[in-house]
């Protein structure tokens, strides 16, 4: 089992920045892949980012490439997503995410945080 905590939501405006971190346990950290999705209000959740076992490999959606920065560090068994230059239309709840293999983590992970809400204002 593994279980993930997100944390660092909140209200930013347009052009801002936030930072949500995603602490991880019941497994080693460094054994498996670990993402972020999101879901606004109405829509279906979409993938956002993901990072490999290493961290030395990350995927981003198109709509946040170039803004959003995904990483881990291995001695706060933690995952971070950056968020810059932040638009109304990121505005969603935020969930960790976590499997085994990165097609698992892209499309259907196994594990899932609690979510956190983000709104941006314009």
């Known amino acids: 089992q593994v279980q993930l905590v997100e944390s660092g939501g909140g209200l930013a405006q347009a052009g801002g920045s936030l930072t949500l971190s995603c602490a991880a346990s019941?497994?080693?950290?460094?054994?498996?892949?670990m993402g972020w999705f999101r879901q606004a209000p109405g829509k279906e959740r979409e993938f956002v980012a993901a990072?490999?076992?290493?961290?030395?490999?990350?995927y981003s959606a198109d709509s946040v490439k170039g803004r959003f920065t995904i990483s881990r560090d291995y001695a706060k068994n933690t995952v971070f997503l950056q968020m810059n230059s932040l638009k109304p239309e990121d505005t969603a709840v935020y969930y960790c995410?976590?499997?085994?293999?990165?097609?698992?983590?892209?499309?259907?992970?196994?594990?899932w945080g609690q979510g956190t809400q983000v709104t941006v204002s314009s």
């Open positions: 990072i490999t076992r290493s961290g030395g490999i990350t």
């Open positions: 019941g497994r080693t950290f460094s054994t498996y892949v």
């Open positions: 995410a976590s499997d085994s293999e990165m097609s698992l983590v892209t499309t259907r992970p196994h594990y």
